[in-house]
């Protein structure tokens, strides 16, 4: 199932790349892609702290006790020959508060320099995992994992790019 998502991704990635493309091409021309590159990183972002609300489940006093498998963001990262950059990220959390997806987006472009029009956040939906708009302790360290991971997945991916 995870190999079949990946592929429709990287498909779905692809035609934004593009489509991107096309949007800048201004000349009128229908250019074709010489070669596409693609770049994959990964970057584990379990909280440090245990003393963390979980989400999902409707209980709002749900808290981690344990870990039964690892918390990750994953980086894809796209360019065409004339330099158009595209990242697709997957977060294994429930979902991002606007201006969490926001702050990611602006996070990632002051650090490469890649439009925020060209960053794409998605989650994995998971109702086990803590979210990042809480403001406790335990959050906020959270949110420092999270931003770590998201430079450690770009830099990754960015440096990871090779012939498609």
């Known amino acids: 199932m995870k190999k079949k998502f990946l592929l429709l991704l990287v498909l779905l990635m692809t035609l934004s790349l593009c489509a991107c493309g096309a949007a800048e091409n201004t000349d009128g021309k229908n250019e074709s892609f010489d070669t596409l590159q ?11 702290d245990l003393n963390i609300r979980l989400t999902g489940g409707g209980d ?4 981690v006790t344990g870990v039964l498998d690892e918390m990750y963001l994953t ?11 595209l990242l697709f990220y997957t ?3 429930q979902n991002f ?19 925020t029009t060209h ?12 979210e990042l708009c809480y403001d406790t302790e335990a959050n906020r360290k959270f949110c420092q994992k999270f931003e770590e991971g998201l430079i450690k997945a770009t830099d990754d991916a960015l440096a990871d790019r090779a012939d498609a």
């Not at 709002?60 to 808290?63: D, K, L, T, Y």
Request: proline share 8%; hydrophobic share 35%.
């Open 91 to 93: 977060v294994d959390i």
């Open 38 to 48: 693609v770049g994959f990183g990964k970057a584990k972002i379990q909280p440090p």
């Open 60 to 63: 709002p006093n749900r808290f």
């Open 119 to 130: 960053i794409f956040f998605g989650c994995t939906h998971t109702h086990s995992t803590p």
């Open 97 to 115: 508060a606007n201006s969490w997806a926001k702050h990611a987006q602006n996070f990632v472009s002051e650090r490469t320099g890649i439009p």
């Open 75 to 85: 980086c894809v990262a796209l360019t065409d020959t004339k330099g158009n950059n």
